[in-house]
């Protein structure tokens, strides 16, 4: 398994306006031979074929002979649907509803052999033979702080692959150039690459939440601050201490009275709880979030670990909840590990115990000052996009992701769309 660290970094590209019908030519064939091989894998009556050698040795020859494609991009065509079908697979022996993988979405995939990457401009297999595409890019002394200066300009990052994509809207290309480092050392925020790669038809957004035992309960990536942790435990103490003094008063009465406010206080602190967690659906909603990640709840329970039973209670009942809820709804709950995200920069990534004071955040390395909560959430978020950038099967069986934030969505080029 290839374990080298990736980072995809996105390049606009001036196409000849007389080689954009040649690419779009491309796209379709590329598109249909993904199609064809995910109708002849997915068996709704047998088991699916989810083995690319066997895929290409039943189709290659006929889907070659049918289209002006060259042979590597024959065989991508392929292997994208097959691992496609393959994550489908996955999802169905999890009990997860899906279907035959369905390629739409405008993109092409090229490795070395039917692509060269070079300094300022890319060629790439076309129908109708290569196509020399430069790219848009900024000024060279405004590029060292850009995705592009960092990896596709530095000598330790190597191209290996990328993805044509097409936006219908400004009518412009991108191609997102996959880089390997294999001397990169990941450190305990990342996570290593997965075996295989599901092809997605689309790209999510993901909404990060972090919880909390003091200040907010709950706080999203996009910075919407959700109910009070301290109005919670404070409510808890009052009822603990009224439920000291009848036990001191020993009486039946009191006893009675104890189960009386414990009821209530119990289905007081449900509710609050559904009110929390229906603020934040809304928000999820609200800026067209397809996931709504948390970190995972052993971490929660350690956190708290010293702390009160009822808090451990509350973020389980939290996150439970959460999850039944989306349900009825176009939204997914999933987790992260937890490692760092509380003491690593959201702006420039810089790790450091130093960076958080309580509810303090300021990085030590770029001088970035915001509410630590909030910066935890967003790496809440970026983490999982990273997941999926470097082949963790989304929920949503994407391609790529992107992380909700409070004036737009960022991905994991740094790659930042404002708002509408």
């Not at 035992?213 to 910075?223: E, I, N």
């Not at 449900?270 to 990640?293: F, P, Q, T």
């Not at 389980?316 to 709950?333: I, T």
């Not at 115990?353 to 509810?359: A, G, L, P, S």
Request: aromatic share 10%.
């Amino acid at each position: 398994m290839d374990d080298a660290p990736r980072r995809t970094v996105p390049i606009k590209l001036d196409v000849p306006s007389d080689r954009k019908a040649d690419i779009h030519h491309t796209k379709n064939q590329f598109l249909d031979c993904a199609n064809q091989t995910s109708n002849w894998a997915w068996r709704y009556d047998d088991y699916c074929i989810t083995s690319k050698a066997k895929a290409e040795k039943a189709l290659y020859d006929d889907l070659k002979a049918e289209h002006d494609l060259t042979a590597n991009l024959v065989q991508k065509g392929i292997r994208r649907a097959i691992e496609a079908v393959d994550a489908g697979v996955e999802k169905l022996k999890k009990g997860e509803k899906t279907s035959q993988p369905v390629f739409e979405s405008w993109s092409v995939v090229y490795d070395k052999r039917s692509a060269t990457f070079n300094t300022d401009h890319a060629t790439l297999s076309t129908v109708n033979g290569r196509v020399k595409a430069d790219y848009v890019l900024p000024p060279e002394g405004e590029r060292e702080e850009t995705p592009f200066g960092r990896y596709y300009e530095s000598d330790e990052w190597n191209a290996s692959s990328a993805t044509l994509q097409y936006d219908e809207h400004s009518e412009e290309f991108y191609l997102h150039v996959t880089l390997k480092n294999p001397e990169y050392e990941v450190d305990g925020t990342e996570r290593q690459e997965a075996t295989s790669r599901g092809e997605g038809s689309e790209n999510g957004v993901v909404l990060g939440v972090d919880l909390n035992v003091t200040g907010a309960f709950a706080v999203t990536s996009t910075g919407k601050f959700i109910g009070s942790a301290d109005y919670l435990t404070h409510k808890r103490n009052e009822y603990e201490k009224r439920r000291g003094c009848l036990q001191q008063t020993g009486t039946r009465s009191a006893n009675l009275t104890i189960k009386s406010i414990g009821s209530k206080f119990s289905d007081w602190s449900l509710d609050w709880l559904h009110n929390r967690v229906n603020e934040l659906l809304e928000e999820a909603e609200r800026v067209n979030a397809d996931g709504i990640i948390f970190e995972n709840l052993k971490h929660i329970r350690e956190n708290i670990a010293n702390g009160s039973k009822f808090q451990q209670w509350a973020y389980a009942k939290f996150v439970e909840f959460a999850e039944y809820k989306v349900e009825d709804r176009e939204l997914f709950v999933d987790y992260v590990s937890p490692a760092y995200t509380s003491q690593r920069c959201s702006c420039c990534g810089f790790t450091h115990e130093d960076n958080r004071d309580d509810k303090a955040f300021v990085c030590q390395k770029c001088g970035y000052e915001v509410n630590a909560d909030y910066n935890a959430a967003k790496n809440v978020a970026v983490r999982y996009c990273g997941y999926i950038h470097r082949g963790q099967k989304s929920r949503g069986g994407w391609a790529g992701c992107q992380s909700a934030l409070k004036s737009g969505t960022l991905n994991v080029s740094g790659e930042f769309s404002a708002s509408a």
